[in-house]
Nanobody, 128 residues
Framework: QVQLEESGGGSVQAGGSLRLSCAAS?????????MAWFRQLPGKEREGIAS????????YYADSVKGRFTISRDNAKNTMYLQMHSLKPEDTAMYYC????????????????????WGQGTQVTVSS
C-alpha cells in the first residue's frame, strides 16, 4: 500500500525559507508516478502549487509560488522536496504531497480528485 509522509513544516517569519520533504513507501515503481504539492487553508479548496515529472526533469508551478518555490525529487530515495524561499504570510497553509500516474498531459498540475494517494499534511505558518 502506497504511503506518503510529509515533514519539514514549521513557523517562520516573512522572507524566510523552509524545505518540505515527502517520503514515499509501498511503491512498486516510484519513478513511474507524477508527484505534486498542494496546500489548503481552512474552509478553502486544496490548491495545487507544484508538480514534477516521473524523472524529475519537468516541473510546473502555480503563479502564486513561481520563482520562490522549487520542487524536486530523488527517485533513489523515493522522496520529493519543496524548497520554499521568500515566504509570505499568505503562504500559511497545510501542505500536502500527492501522487498519480501520468496522463495525456504528462505530470502537469491536475485537480485534487485526480490524485490517488495523499499524505497527512504538514503545517507551514509564516508570520509578518
Amino acid at each position: 500500500q502506497v504511503q506518503l509522509e510529509e515533514s519539514g513544516g514549521g513557523s517562520v517569519q516573512a522572507g524566510g525559507s523552509l524545505r518540505l520533504s515527502c517520503a514515499a513507501s509501498g511503491y512498486i515503481l516510484y519513478n513511474t508516478y507524477c508527484m505534486a504539492w498542494f496546500r489548503q487553508l481552512p474552509g478553502k479548496e486544496r490548491e495545487g502549487i507544484a508538480s514534477i515529472s516521473t524523472d524529475g526533469t519537468r516541473t510546473y508551478y502555480a503563479d502564486s509560488v513561481k520563482g520562490r518555490f522549487t520542487i524536486s525529487r530523488d527517485n533513489a530515495k523515493n522522496t520529493m522536496y519543496l524548497q520554499m524561499h521568500s515566504l509570505k504570510p499568505e503562504d500559511t497553509a497545510m501542505y500536502y504531497c500527492a501522487t498519480r500516474r501520468p496522463t495525456y498531459d504528462g505530470c502537469r498540475n491536475r485537480p485534487p480528485s485526480e490524485y490517488n494517494y495523499w499524505g497527512q499534511g504538514t503545517q507551514v505558518t509564516v508570520s509578518s
